[in-house]
């Protein structure tokens, strides 16, 4: 298609494209035509998520032969799934559309440590209310992007030497979900560390390139830490030895504790598993993508709008449109190729096409509609709806009103009280379609029109600010 013609399919209705997504038990958006391959190692590879394999030639023989299960872990740090989580989510749709069976590992015992990897300081340790609050949060997240077979169930496993297993075969075409805290909460310490810590050398773990980093800062690495690869290790190795799991996948920084799971399981059960990382989703410059002024790109509609989710993709740098069109779009490549070919003012139409799948494939067609019609409202300098309404107390603009630099600082739309003042300075604030020129300007209830004050930063960042 032309540009013209694939935005033209934005605004018509999309039943001819809904005939081409998955079959039964499947709730990914993955057209049969994706890829000329019919290998789904061939699939990740062309679409540039694989990084490290630990048997390339095997792992691709095995995906290409087998139907197997295969793992991705997600610690409840938060309540909430964000951008990041969504690469791995996007890796399940596509295993899955090839016929493998998803394990979405919440960790329910793990997220009691907290992994180390690329922090630069210990993660806060949350309860056992609040990790068990945010797995549930996260499976309820996961039931919008992937079906489960909710009838399987782990059973078993009350410490090191008690094997568990699966109460029945998962149903085709569904995934499953378990807590990793049903086995590693029992656990008991000299019998963990005798069977399970016998097997790791500490001169290898120092290796690992998340240790090496926080031994090298003040404050080094903290023991309870350290134990963190040990239970990963072990999670892959209870799931291989009690429901024949065969692969485990992560992003890059999980290098480490992949490995080593498939030396312990090798070890303690004599299995040959394989893993598998992805590239992380970072910028041009080598910055994880995702991160906005307000903080995390959420998949929570009520943490970051569907406007605000549109309209981050929509921003992307020219130089950042054909990875994430790759990686986060289940558009056919020779498309993705021709729309990152574009240049110029052309290359602002694959960012709407980008902005638009994204935002469909998380948020539903219906709000990805609306948030294309908002931007380009706002954009043309129509009346906007559907951006990010904030309400706001009346009696905050009474008298002499508030500062306009303050309010916009608390508002998210810019990062400190400086860079407020030069994107005043610089013409790039308006209030109700005018541009503000004094960057000292208080505002106050004479700046709304019916209660509602439009602020625009730039050309393409709004908020509506309603009085209550």
């Known amino acids: 298609h032309t540009s013209c013609q694939v935005l033209e399919m934005l605004e018509t209705d999309s039943t001819e494209q809904n005939k081409l997504r998955s079959p039964v038990g499947m709730k990914s958006f993955i057209p049969d035509n994706i890829s000329k391959y019919d290998n789904v190692f061939d699939v990740l590879k062309e679409r540039g998520f694989i990084e490290q394999c630990t048997d390339e030639d095997a792992v691709r023989e095995l995906l290409g032969k087998e139907k197997i299960k295969f793992y991705i872990g997600f610690d409840p740090t938060a309540d909430c799934l964000h951008v990041g ?42 309860d056992v209310a609040e990790i068990d609050n945010n797995c549930n949060q996260f499976k309820k997240l996961f039931d919008r992007f992937i ?10 496993n009350q410490g090191v030497y008690s094997p568990g297993k699966e109460n029945k075969t998962p ?4 995934a499953i979900a378990v807590n990793n805290g049903e086995w590693i909460r029992p ?29 090298e800062r003040e404050g080094g690495l903290t023991f309870f830490e350290f134990s963190y690869m040990l239970m990963q290790s072990y999670d892959f190795m209870v799931m291989a030895r009690d429901f024949d799991v065969r692969m485990e996948f992560g992003g890059d920084d999980q290098w480490s504790n992949i490995i ?66 790759r990686m986060l779009t289940f ?35 219906e709000e990805a509609k609306k948030a294309l019609d908002a931007a380009r409202a706002a954009f043309s300098g129509q009346a906007v709806a559907n951006v990010p309404t904030v309400e706001l107390e009346k009696a905050i603009f009474a008298g002499e009103g508030k500062g306009l630099v303050s309010l916009i600082k608390e508002l998210g739309l810019v990062t400190s009280n400086g860079d407020g ?21 208080n505002v106050t209830e004479a700046d709304f029109e019916d209660g509602e004050l439009l602020i625009q930063k730039g050309k393409k960042k709004f908020l509506k600010v309603v009085l209550k």
């Not at 969504?86 to 015992?109: E, N, R, S, W």
């Not at 079906?147 to 078993?156: I, Q, R, S």
């Not at 003042?421 to 300007?441: A, C, H, M, W, Y």
């Open 85 to 126: 989580h969504f690469m791995q989510v996007i890796a399940i749709m596509y295993m899955q559309k090839f016929g493998h069976t998803p394990v979405v590992l919440l960790g329910g015992g793990t997220g009691m440590v907290g992994d180390p990897s690329g922090r630069s300081d210990m993660r806060t340790v949350m």
């Open 147 to 156: 079906e489960f077979d909710e009838e399987w169930k782990y059973e078993g």
């Open 171 to 174: 149903e085709a075409g569904k």
């Open 187 to 215: 656990l008991n310490f000299v019998e963990f560390v005798r069977e399970v810590g016998s097997k790791f050398n500490v001169n290898n773990m120092l290796r690992a390139e998340a240790f090496k980093q926080r031994m």
């Open 260 to 325: 080593g799971g498939v030396h312990l399981t090798r070890k303690m059960v004599g299995k040959e598993v394989y893993g598998m990382t992805f590239s992380l989703l970072t910028t041009s410059e080598g910055k994880k993508m995702g991160k906005t002024q307000k903080g995390a790109l959420w998949l929570d509609p009520n943490r970051t709008s569907p406007f605000d989710f549109f309209q981050y993709w929509r921003n992307v740098s020219d130089a950042d449109v054909e990875k994430c069109l």
């Open 331 to 365: 558009l056919p490549m020779d498309e993705v190729k021709r729309l990152a070919s574009l240049e110029g003012a052309e290359i602002n139409k694959a960012k709407e096409i980008l902005a638009y799948e994204v935002t469909k494939l998380v948020h539903g067609e």
């Open 421 to 441: 003042f030069r994107t005043i300075e610089q013409g790039g604030l308006s209030l109700n379609r005018k541009k503000v020129e004094d960057p000292k300007k």
